[in-house]
């Protein structure tokens, strides 16, 4: 399977915005739920988002609940996702991840590909 590609990361300043995307150039993209997850400098890797294949539901850590939005473009095979209010806490790599099924999980080994990540730094 090919690996998805994020982008979008960047520095920003406490309180600020930035949004990630990721394509999935897979031929049956629109079947499988996306997710994205962080990982923080000595942290293990967790959940922040998911939706499911139609993109009718969706999930969030209660760390960025109200601040980020996970949305999808079957037609274009991207998931972006939305960080609004942005804090230090939030500094991680952001990985975007293909789904085993179309349903919604937060655990990362129903998930796989993963992407190679992209860097996100909040400033305080």
């Known amino acids: 399977q090919e690996q998805p590609v994020e982008s979008g990361g960047g520095l920003v300043q406490a309180g600020g915005s930035l949004r990630l995307s990721c394509t999935a150039s897979?031929?049956?993209?629109?079947?499988?739920?996306m997710a994205w997850f962080r990982q923080a400098p000595g942290k293990e890797r967790e959940f922040v988002a998911a939706?499911?294949?139609?993109?009718?539901?969706?999930a969030y850590a209660d760390s960025v609940k109200g601040r980020f939005a996970i949305s999808r473009d079957n037609a274009k095979r991207m998931v972006d996702l939305q960080m609004n209010s942005l804090t230090p806490e939030d500094t991680a790599v952001y990985y975007c991840?293909?789904?085993?099924?179309?349903?919604?999980?937060?655990?990362?080994?129903?998930?796989?590909?993963w992407g190679r990540g992209t860097q996100v730094t909040v400033s305080s």
């Open positions: 897979k031929v049956a993209f629109s079947i499988f739920a």
């Open positions: 939706i499911t294949r139609s993109g009718t539901n969706t």
């Open positions: 991840a293909v789904g085993r099924g179309g349903l919604i999980t937060q655990n990362s080994r129903d998930f796989a590909p």
